[in-house]
């Protein structure tokens, strides 16, 4: 069992830059694969980057490449998520999430355990 838990959500304008971290429990942190997705309201929750265990692959959205960066430190058991050049659009649910059973994973059902997010507003 995993439990996560995020922070560093708030408001903030556009061209702005937020970190998003991620405390997970557990000892078999450095086994995870690691994973971001938001949810804006009246949408799907979508992906945005996701990273391996021992963080040699790392994917993003198309609508993030360049401006995200994910990151982790398995000695603190955390996940990053920086993010730059926020948009307008950017605005939603951030979600931690994490799973086992694969070493590359990019869409909802491939993660079995998930945080309860934390709030991004990017004000034009």
């Known amino acids: 069992q995993v439990q996560l838990v995020e922070s560093g959500g708030g408001l903030v304008q556009a061209g702005g830059s937020l970190r998003l971290s991620c405390a997970a429990s557990?000892?078999?942190?450095?086994?995870?694969?690691m994973g971001w997705f938001r949810q804006a309201p009246g949408k799907e929750r979508e992906f945005v980057a996701a990273i391996s265990s021992s963080g040699v692959w790392t994917d993003y959205a198309d609508s993030v490449k360049g401006r995200f960066t994910i990151s982790r430190d398995n000695a603190k058991n955390t996940v990053y998520l920086q993010m730059n050049s926020l948009k307008p659009e950017d605005t939603a649910v951030y979600y931690c999430?994490?799973?086992?059973?694969?070493?590359?994973?990019?869409?909802?059902?491939?993660?079995?355990?998930w945080g309860q997010g934390t709030q991004v507003t990017v004000s034009s």
């Open positions: 557990g000892r078999f942190f450095r086994g995870y694969v």
């Open positions: 999430a994490a799973d086992s059973r694969r070493s590359q994973a990019t869409m909802v059902l491939q993660y079995a355990y």
